[in-house]
């Protein structure tokens, strides 16, 4: 795939938070239920602990990567992550085939999958790309922060003690000198706008853009979404305001519509052609950020796949571009 991004630059609620108030671990606490995977990544309670950003970003360039959705690097062979957790339950919801046998499902998953009005399933908190990396918890830690991907669509990120579902709950607002960082995450589709130099506290996460696509006889359809992680762009010592670092990428699934209760999620085979994206930047006539990608495919993949796009540090005014999404179920080349 040729990916025209700089990897080092990847987007976490993290980073932000990392960056405004970094301070040094205290290598003297020994945690109990901290299960050391390697020098650099750990489980503790449940979620990934990554040393520091160094860290997860080498984790992550490989999560990310469509060719390895059905496999897991050798890390993170005894970690579940969300993504994992939500596979399972999907897989589950095939055997759905009575009113009973739904109900009973609702009632078991209610707190771990989000069931639309048509029956099909969706994630319960965080998006395709955070659900790799995060526990069913929607946890993971970096550094001295932990962030949660909560189930009422907001990104905390706290440095400090772990803390339960009902303590982050009562995380409100931001609040920069007590470690705590607070934003909402738009799953809605919004037209993309020019990044604000000021006033970003935390990584903002929200659809750009997004699509829905039948094949002929309406039995599958394809989810075509490109989203975009807003992160502050300052250093510990330089409190100068700049354009927030900005995470472009998008996401693709196809469901299977069945008998009884909707759509289900499929095992299918995803291609990507003639992808043309680009970004103008403020500065001067004909700057712009591109993103091309002519011909790719990924086969048996259950469930979303990913394309990395772009990872931008400037300020961005214009966004624009298309590109054909398909997959096994559903050959109409929908351009988008």
Same mark, same amino acid.
């Given at each position: 795939?040729?990916?025209?991004?700089?990897?080092?630059?990847?987007?976490?609620?993290?980073? !932000?938070?990392?960056?405004?108030?970094?301070?040094?671990?205290?290598?003297?606490? &020994?945690?109990?239920?901290?299960?050391?995977?390697?020098?650099?990544?750990?489980?503790?309670?449940?979620?990934?602990?990554?040393?520091?950003?160094?860290?997860?970003?080498?984790?992550?360039?490989?999560?990310?990567?469509?060719?390895?959705?059905?496999?897991?690097?050798?890390?993170?062979?005894?970690?579940?992550?969300?993504?994992?957790?939500?596979?399972?339950?999907?897989?589950?919801?095939?055997?759905?085939?009575?009113?009973?046998?739904?109900?009973?499902?609702?009632?078991?998953?209610?707190?771990?999958?989000?069931?639309?009005?048509?029956?099909?399933?969706?994630?319960?908190?965080?998006?395709?790309?955070?659900?790799?990396?995060?526990?069913?918890?929607?946890?993971?830690?970096?550094?001295?922060?932990?962030?949660?991907?909560?189930?009422?669509?907001?990104?905390?990120?706290?440095?400090?003690?772990?803390?339960?579902?009902?303590?982050?709950?009562?995380? %409100?607002?931001?609040?920069?000198?007590?470690?705590?960082?607070?934003?909402?995450?738009?799953?809605?589709?919004?037209?993309?706008?020019?990044?604000?130099?000021?006033?970003?506290?935390?990584?903002?996460?929200?659809?750009?853009?997004?699509?829905?696509?039948?094949?002929?006889? #309406?039995?599958?359809?394809?989810?075509?979404?490109?989203? &975009?992680?807003?992160?502050?762009?300052? !250093?510990?010592?330089?409190?100068?305001?700049?354009?927030?670092?900005?995470?472009?990428?998008?996401? %693709?699934?196809?469901?299977?519509?069945?008998?009884?209760?909707?759509?289900? +999620?499929?095992?299918?085979?995803?291609?990507?052609?003639?992808?043309?994206?680009?970004?103008?930047?403020? #500065?001067?006539? !004909?700057?712009?950020?591109?993103?091309?990608?002519?011909?790719?495919?990924?086969?048996?993949?259950?469930?979303?796949?990913?394309?990395?796009?772009? +990872?931008?540090?400037?300020?961005?005014? !214009?966004?624009? #571009?298309?590109?054909?999404?398909?997959?096994?179920?559903?050959?109409?080349?929908?351009?988008?």
């Amino acid at each position: 795939m040729k990916n025209k991004i700089n990897l080092r630059c990847l987007i976490l609620p993290l980073l !932000g938070a990392i960056s405004i108030a970094s301070c040094k671990k205290d290598g003297n606490i &020994v945690n109990p239920n901290e299960k050391l995977v390697t020098n650099a990544v750990s489980i503790e309670n449940g979620y990934l602990k990554f040393r520091d950003q160094k860290a997860f970003d080498s984790i992550l360039n490989v999560l990310i990567k469509p060719e390895n959705f059905n496999s897991k690097p050798k890390e993170l062979q005894n970690f579940k992550s969300y993504h994992d957790a939500y596979i399972e339950i999907a897989k589950e919801y095939e055997n759905i085939n009575t009113s009973k046998s739904f109900d009973d499902f609702k009632s078991k998953y209610s707190n771990m999958v989000e069931i639309q009005p048509d029956s099909s399933l969706n994630y319960k908190f965080g998006t395709p790309l955070s659900a790799l990396f995060t526990n069913s918890k929607g946890e993971v830690k970096i550094g001295d922060f932990t962030t949660v991907y909560t189930k009422d669509n907001r990104i905390v990120s706290y440095k400090g003690q772990h803390k339960n579902e009902f303590e982050v709950a009562t995380f %409100s607002k931001t609040d920069q000198s007590q470690g705590i960082f607070v934003n909402n995450l738009s799953k809605r589709n919004t037209s993309a706008k020019s990044n604000q130099i000021a006033n970003v506290e935390a990584t903002t996460t929200r659809a750009v853009r997004s699509r829905l696509y039948y094949n002929d006889d #309406g039995k599958r359809r394809l989810f075509v979404d490109i989203w &975009v992680d807003e992160t502050p762009n300052q !250093g510990p010592d330089d409190w100068t305001p700049r354009p927030p670092i900005s995470r472009y990428y998008c996401t %693709s699934r196809q469901e299977l519509k069945k008998t009884f209760g909707g759509w289900r +999620t499929n095992e299918t085979d995803y291609y990507f052609n003639n992808l043309v994206y680009a970004w103008t930047i403020r #500065g001067g006539l !004909g700057d712009y950020r591109y993103f091309n990608l002519a011909n790719y495919s990924v086969q048996g993949v259950y469930g979303p796949i990913i394309i990395d796009m772009a +990872t931008i540090s400037e300020e961005i005014i !214009g966004f624009s #571009g298309s590109g054909h999404f398909t997959s096994g179920g559903v050959p109409n080349t929908p351009v988008f």
